[in-house]
């Protein structure tokens, strides 16, 4: 009985041993994987915030599918502030950020790390009308129409400081005017753009000057419509293309304006005639 009492004990003590053992080894291997993780996440940020990982400048954006608008115009119009680390930007949020500010879509940002670069491939959207306002000349201290900038269809305004490149194709400009301040008259741009496309009457310019009285300046004629609304514009337009009969038979230079104030009674106001003098013989 002592003796198997003696090995009952022995069995014991080797049994904690042996537990002990592979506590120490489990809170070895705990701190050498701590140690990993932490090794690895400094290692992660310190890949990340490498310098050699960040955009510096906009030399280091290419740019691809571009016509109207050169390199430097497209990168001008990118909202980013340099330095940029590149692995924390959002090329999505950049791509949707970019079609709001430049007349562009389909919008495709991919990083190069090796050198570290964007490459930015896109779609122009053609420029459909020439803002301007009225501006003072410097020289002459003089009130004069200047071209401030082009609108896409969309309602994408940029400044006159861009497209250099249609500027030196003039062919290529759009013919379609429109004057005035541009805050007055952007929130309505795309449904009136879309309005103005469908009319048979060619259209040049819009006078957006003053809110109270949108004029069109047609083939024929200039045309008064008082404040623009959604609901009346294109009754308005209807009205006029119905008025070709009756202008054609009036001379062009004889019609002073056109009043669709009310689209329910168009008015014409003509030149009067000039009267011919009787010979006193």
């Not at 009308?129 to 009225?134: E, H």
């Not at 805050?183 to 040049?204: A, D, H, R």
């Not at 038979?249 to 002073?256: G, H, L, P, S, Y």
Request: hydrophobic residues 35%; glycine residues 4%.
């Amino acid at each position: 009985m002592a003796n198997q009492t003696f090995v009952s004990t022995t069995t014991i003590r080797s049994r904690r041993e042996e537990r002990k053992k592979e506590r120490r080894w489990r809170d070895f291997i705990a701190v050498v994987r701590f140690l990993m993780i932490l090794s690895l996440t400094g290692g992660v940020f310190w890949f990340i915030t490498l310098p050699n990982w960040v955009i510096k400048n906009s030399q280091q954006i290419d740019i691809e599918g571009n016509n109207l608008l050169s390199d430097d115009e497209v990168r001008s119009l990118i909202p980013l502030q340099y330095p940029q680390s590149l692995l924390k930007l959002s090329t999505q949020e950049l791509g949707k950020n970019l079609q709001t500010l430049a007349p562009v879509n389909n919008v495709v940002i991919q990083k190069e790390l090796f050198p570290p670069h964007l490459k930015i491939s896109l779609e122009e959207k053609k420029p459909v009308a020439i803002a301007l306002a009225p501006e003072i000349e410097e020289k002459t201290n003089k009130l004069t129409i200047q071209t401030i900038g082009y609108l896409d269809e969309d309602g994408v305004f940029v400044s006159n400081e861009v497209y250099h490149n249609l500027k030196e194709n003039p062919e290529q400009l759009p013919t379609l005017k429109i004057i005035g301040a541009p805050q007055t008259y952007l929130p309505y741009w795309q449904e009136l753009y879309g309005f103005l496309t469908q009319s048979t009457v060619k259209i040049n310019t819009v006078d957006w000057q003053n809110p109270t009285n949108l004029v069109l300046l047609t083939d024929l004629g200039k045309i008064y419509l008082g404040a623009y609304t959604q609901k009346k514009f294109p009754q308005q337009l209807m009205v006029l293309e119905k008025l070709k009969v009756i202008t054609a038979q009036v001379r062009r230079e004889d019609i002073i304006y056109i009043d669709l104030t009310d689209p329910e009674i168009p008015s014409i106001s003509k030149k009067e005639p000039v009267k011919e003098e009787k010979n006193s013989n």
